[in-house]
């Protein structure tokens, strides 16, 4: 079949970011010239997103591109600055880890 929406929902929330990024670019391939709608708690996932909404309680709280919502410093600005520094800390651990091994 070769539809012309795609809906993906959290494809990737239980991979490690290797492994995220592989999957990432296996399904922006599949989703060349369809409308895809990708549903992420992981925003790494959507941040090259044509357009990204933002709910909230099941709203929409904010709408725009990865860098306009950065720049707008409202909910995804402080969602992503929380996830990024999650990631250091994940990173941080695992570079510990391998020294001490």
């Known amino acids: 079949k070769n539809p012309a929406i795609l ?3 959290e494809a990737t929330s239980a991979l490690d970011s290797k492994a995220e990024q592989a999957i990432q670019a296996q399904l922006k391939e599949i989703a060349k010239n369809r409308t895809t709608l990708v549903i ?3 925003l790494s996932t959507v941040a090259d997103a ?10 929409i709280v904010e709408r725009g591109t990865h860098p306009a919502l950065l720049a707008a410093n409202g909910l995804y600005a402080q969602m ?4 990024q520094a ?3 800390e994940e ?3 695992e570079t510990s880890g391998a020294e001490a091994a």
């Open 80 to 83: 992503w600055q929380r996830q």
């Open 91 to 93: 990173a941080d651990r």
């Open 7 to 9: 809906i993906f929902d």
């Open 40 to 42: 992420a708690h992981r």
């Open 86 to 88: 999650r990631q250091e």
């Open 50 to 59: 044509e357009q990204i909404l933002v709910l909230e309680h099941g709203r």
